[in-house]
């Protein structure tokens, strides 16, 4: 008996969703339509440095990182971009907030939490934003 | 002609032929063990920087044009890869005793190697990377504002690709940055 009505309302909830067309961020169209496949992003190519929304934005990164390694034994950005390095390639400088540990005291190299730069920074593509927003940066850091 | 003389030219001419087969053999195989399958053929290779290779950009490209074990390991002319080739014996020796067939023996052994290569190529001027890469005919209009600036600057300084190219296609090793800037390269 159980079984015959689970079998009924499955067979009416799989009618309803099939009658409504779902509809997502990606815009309306019916689930039995192949949908539209997206459009290739490209990464952005090296260009001049992008300027910060807030203040304690990660800046985003203006160049491509295809194939850049960071791992135990080689870290690829800080190869550019250490105090060591970053005059010789003429790269931006890690700030200081990147040699604190987690209870604020100062260390010699990078710290471990930060070792990782793409867990914070990201490069850009020619992605437009899903959703519309009216955000503008404060003054202070508008330019 | 006299006996002599046929049995002297008959000589001439099967020796020609012979040596033409000879060569053409000793070339042919020479060739077979300058190829990706054979140097992948040793698991040492094969687990280790073969995957990391996997990665690159010399591996796999927007345009599919592939630089592959050789192109970079073993110089193109005649007289440079018959001397390789005889270098070679080293890794065969090494190859029979096991001098690096597990991962971490490989790991250790991994900076001596990487500074082996580093220091032959800069010898050489890079000439195996100028074997594809022709700085003369480099487009700067099409580089990026890095490559640009490196390029223009870097190379005429005197720099060589490798001086600033290390890692490009296989894994750095741990602590390359201090031992390569002590050798000098």
């Avoid at chain 2, 591996?59 to 080739?85: F, L, M, Q």
């Avoid at chain 2, 022709?134 to 600057?153: C, I, L, N, P, W």
Wanted: charged share 25%; aromatic share 10%.
């Amino acid at each position: 008996m159980k079984k015959i009505f689970l079998f009924i309302f499955v067979m009416c909830v799989s009618i309803m969703i099939n009658a409504e067309e779902l509809s997502s961020l990606r815009g309306d169209h019916p689930l039995d339509e192949v949908s539209k496949v997206a459009e290739k992003k490209n990464w952005a190519k090296d260009g001049e440095p992008i300027s910060r929304n807030y203040v304690q934005q990660p800046p985003l990164i203006p160049h491509k990182i295809k194939g850049y390694q960071i791992n135990l034994k080689f870290n690829k950005c800080l190869s550019c971009h250490s105090w060591k390095k970053y005059r010789e390639s003429g790269a931006t400088k890690i700030s200081q907030t990147h040699f604190k540990d987690r209870d604020g005291n100062d260390l010699a190299e990078v710290s471990a939490r930060r070792y990782f730069c793409t867990q914070c920074h990201v490069p850009q593509a020619n992605a437009k934003p899903l959703v519309e927003n009216t955000f503008k940066p404060v003054d202070a850091v508008k330019n | 002609m006299t006996l002599g003389k046929k049995i002297f030219s008959g000589t001439l001419i099967t020796g020609f032929i012979l040596g033409i087969i000879f060569w053409g053999g000793f070339n042919w195989t020479l060739e077979l063990t300058n190829s990706l399958s054979f140097c992948t053929s040793c698991h040492e290779m094969r687990d280790n920087v073969y995957p990391e290779y996997q990665n690159t950009v010399h591996y796999s490209n927007r345009t599919g044009v592939r630089a592959e074990c050789p192109d970079c390991h073993v110089p193109r002319e005649w007289i440079h890869k018959i001397i390789r080739k005889v270098e070679a014996s080293r890794e065969l020796y090494h190859k029979v005793v096991g001098t690096i067939d597990t991962p971490e023996k490989f790991e250790q052994y991994r900076l001596t190697m990487a500074l082996s290569e580093w220091k032959r190529m800069k010898s050489v001027d890079s000439r195996e990377c100028r074997n594809c890469h022709d700085y003369e005919s480099m487009d700067f209009v099409d580089q990026g504002r890095r490559a640009v600036k490196a390029h223009s600057t870097g190379l005429d300084e005197g720099k060589t690709c490798i001086d600033c190219h290390k890692g490009i296609a296989h894994q750095l090793p741990k602590g390359w940055e201090e031992a390569a800037a002590k050798a000098g390269l």
